[in-house]
C-alpha cells in the first residue's frame, strides 16, 4: 500500500519527525524561545540526512505571485512544521497553517508548541476549497 493510499497522510515520515520532536523537547525543556527549537531541529534533521528547507517562503498565488508567509520548516516536500513557543495554540494558528498548505498545495503540516508540559503536535490535514 502506497503512503498516499493510508488513511493517516505520511504516516512513517510524520512518526519520525514527531520523534525528532520529542527529543528536541526532552533536550530542552519548555521553557526556550522558538529560535532555540528550530537550531535543535535542524541538527536532528540534518542527522538524520532528511531531506528539508528552514523558514521557506511561501508563494501566495491570490496576492500577485508575492512570498508573504514563511513557515519555520518544510520536510521531504511533503509536511510543514510551525513551531511554537508560547502558552496555548490559537484558532488563528490553525488558520495560520491551512494558508500555508493552501499556498503549497502540501497535505500535511504539524504545529508543534514546545511550551506545554507534555509535547503534542498537531497534525492539520489541507482543508481543499
Not at 500500500?1 to 493510508?6: A, I, L, N, T, V
Amino acid at each position: 500500500m502506497e503512503e498516499s493510499d493510508e488513511k493517516i497522510v505520511y504516516r512513517q515520515l510524520s512518526y519520525k519527525i514527531t520523534g525528532l520532536l520529542f527529543k528536541v523537547h526532552r533536550e530542552l525543556g519548555k521553557h526556550c524561545r522558538e529560535q532555540q527549537y528550530g537550531d535543535a531541529l535542524e541538527k536532528l534533521l540534518t542527522l538524520q540526512k532528511m531531506n528539508f528547507e528552514r523558514e521557506k517562503p511561501l508563494l501566495i498565488p491570490a496576492i500577485d505571485r508575492i512570498n508573504t508567509n514563511v513557515v519555520d520548516f518544510t520536510v521531504d516536500g511533503k509536511i510543514l512544521i510551525d513551531l511554537k513557543a508560547k502558552p496555548f495554540v490559537t484558532k488563528d494558528d490553525y488558520y495560520q497553517m491551512n494558508r500555508y498548505l493552501d499556498a503549497c498545495g502540501y497535505r500535511l503540516g504539524l504545529i508543534v508548541n514546545f511550551h506545554n508540559m507534555y509535547l503534542k503536535p498537531i497534525r492539520v490535514l489541507h482543508q481543499r476549497s
